[in-house]
T-cell receptor, first 111, second 114 residues
Framework: NAGVTQTPKFQVLKTGQSMTLQCAQD?????MSWYRQDPGMGLRLIHY???????DQGEVPNGYNVSRSTTEDFPLRLLSAAPSQTSVYFC??????????FGQGTRLTVV | GQNIDQPTEMTATEGAIVQINCTYQ??????LFWYQQHAGEAPTFLSY????GLEEKGRFSSFLSRSKGYSYLLLKELQMKDSASYLC???????????????FGRGTQLTVWP
């Protein structure tokens, strides 16, 4: 059972570079989210989606874009990486009324 | 928005019982979750409360009082492997009845000593 798959697991970027973090789920879940986790800050919601073609902003959306063209995929794009975006990123998916399942995370360093 | 508060750190000894509290203020409430997260790993689901009262699941129990904006996670018969961060999360009402956003507290780091 694949569940929620995130790639890559680790990434180093230079300031100003762009990249896409991939997230795919095979559970046919409607709801997908992206979080970032920083020491002492807990998980903060970046963007979320309640279904294909529908996305909305979370608590800390600036500097990130998302799209949801299919139920399975929810990529997160960093437009112009900044050192403040150094973090661990988690993708999560869930079905109506149910608990969220998390991917294994992407550890991103921006230098 | 959401304001979720839980202690930063707790310690306990093997075999003991520990209670991790969580208080929240929310503009719309649609359930409270507890997750466990070991260092370097993804959070994993522990329990869910949407109605007042106690939910028991083996060594773990979770309690909710919606009127007080309060929940706790109770861990019994502590084991070394229970050393982890415990995250309290609140789901808001959102659009539709259950497709709400999930907001997390900062987590409580529990250390279990032998």
């Amino acid at each position: 059972n694949a569940g929620v798959t995130q790639t890559p697991k680790f990434q180093v970027l230079k300031t100003g570079q762009s990249m896409t973090l991939q997230c795919a789920q095979d559970m046919n879940h409607e709801y997908m989210s992206w979080y970032r986790q920083d020491p002492g800050m807990g998980l903060r919601l970046i963007h979320y989606s309640v279904g294909a073609g529908i996305t909305d902003q979370g608590e800390v959306p600036n500097g990130y874009n998302v799209s949801r063209s299919t139920t399975e995929d929810f990529p997160l794009r960093l437009l112009s990486a900044a050192p403040s975006q150094t973090s661990v990123y988690f993708c999560a998916s869930r079905d109506r009324g149910a608990e969220a399942f998390f991917g294994q995370g992407t550890r991103l360093t921006v230098v | 928005g959401q304001n979720i508060d839980q202690p930063t750190e707790m310690t306990a000894t093997e075999g003991a019982i520990v209670q991790i509290n969580c208080t929240y203020q929310t503009s719309g409430f649609n359930g409270l979750f507890w997750y466990q997260q070991h260092a370097g790993e993804a959070p994993t689901f522990l329990s869910y409360n949407v109605l007042d009262g106690l939910e028991e699941k083996g060594r773990f129990s979770s309690f909710l009082s919606r009127s007080k904006g309060y929940s706790y996670l109770l861990l019994k018969e502590l084991q070394m492997k229970d050393s982890a961060s415990y995250l309290c999360a609140v789901r808001d009402s959102g659009r539709g009845s259950t497709l709400g956003r999930l907001y997390f507290g900062r987590g409580t780091q529990l250390t279990v000593w032998p």
